[in-house]
């Protein structure tokens, strides 16, 4: 394998029937990554590639055991017991650090799963809004999906807004393959890993997709962040009450006896 190229690493064959790629590489506030990654778990999906490219940071990330590797992204697939589509499901530790970088690596991405007969793709992410929210809203290469995913309860995205990262990357490049796609993308503050976000784009995803979720895992990260960020509230509530104390002290003249 030459890591001075991108390109995807093999781990077993895989025959999928019509199967749909659903992208989550990390972006704002983590909400594909962790939406994704938590339809990893929850379908109990096995890994079968691996994808590395030059244009992810340039560390190496140790594990438990002291051993290290690549930032890579991870190929999962999931055969539907149903007569629904398969899913192909892409998580990883980075996107692309360069212009150059992000075109390569989801060319790259849409090359492997095209060969694997996947037609469709749908990329999830975040949607930064100042106070949060819980709407999920979509774009489209397709009239007929968008009605879809707003059935499946998103909202057509304002216009104007660009979709940064692979998330948009990927939808602009199916034009070329013979392709149609979707982007779901949940309301965030964007500060931090947002488990419910990503809640929030699932059920709408699963809708879509026509499949179950349990979310009692996810809700218990929920809980976990929104106590993460209550407290750092509670601390800087504290530093501004401090400061602000500080200069009422320092703003008083000293009183003297005389």
């Given at each position: 394998m030459?890591?001075?190229?991108t390109e995807v690493r093999r781990l077993k064959k895989v025959k999928l029937r019509?199967?749909?790629?659903?992208?989550?590489?990390?972006g704002l506030a983590l909400v594909g990554r962790l939406a994704v990654g938590y339809l990893v778990e929850a379908l109990g999906a096995e890994k079968f590639a691996e994808l590395y490219s030059p244009h992810f940071p340039y560390y190496v990330i140790v594990d438990s055991e002291g051993r290290i590797r690549l930032p890579r992204g991870e190929f999962y697939y999931w055969k539907n017991p149903d007569r629904g589509p398969d899913l192909m499901l892409?998580?990883?530790?980075?996107q692309a650090q360069t212009n150059e970088g992000?075109?390569?690596?989801?060319?790259?991405?849409?090359?492997?799963a095209r060969?694997?007969?996947v037609r469709m793709v749908i990329t999830v992410g975040g949607y930064r809004t100042g106070e949060g929210g819980s709407k999920v809203v979509c774009a489209s290469t397709s009239k007929?999906?968008?009605?879809?995913?707003?059935?499946?309860?998103a909202e057509i995205s304002p216009p104007g807004s660009p979709i940064v990262g692979i998330a948009g990357l990927l939808l602009g490049l199916t034009g070329f393959m013979d392709m149609e796609a979707i982007c779901l993308?949940?309301?965030?503050?964007?500060?931090l890993p947002d488990p419910k976000a990503a809640k929030n784009v699932l059920k709408v995803l699963s809708r879509l997709l026509g499949?179950?979720?349990?979310?009692?895992?996810?809700?218990?990260?929920i809980e976990k962040a929104a106590r993460i960020e209550r407290s750092l509230m509670e601390v800087e509530i504290g530093d501004i009450l401090g400061r602000e104390a500080g200069e009422g002290r320092e703003g008083r003249r000293p009183p003297y006896i005389v």
């Open positions: 030459e890591v001075l190229r019509s199967p749909i790629l659903v992208e989550g590489l990390p892409l998580v990883g530790d980075s992000q075109y390569e690596v989801a060319t790259c991405v849409l090359e492997f060969s694997h007969g007929e999906l968008l009605v879809k995913a707003v059935e499946a309860g993308l949940g309301e965030t503050k964007g500060h499949i179950e979720v349990d979310f009692a895992d996810l809700d218990k990260s």
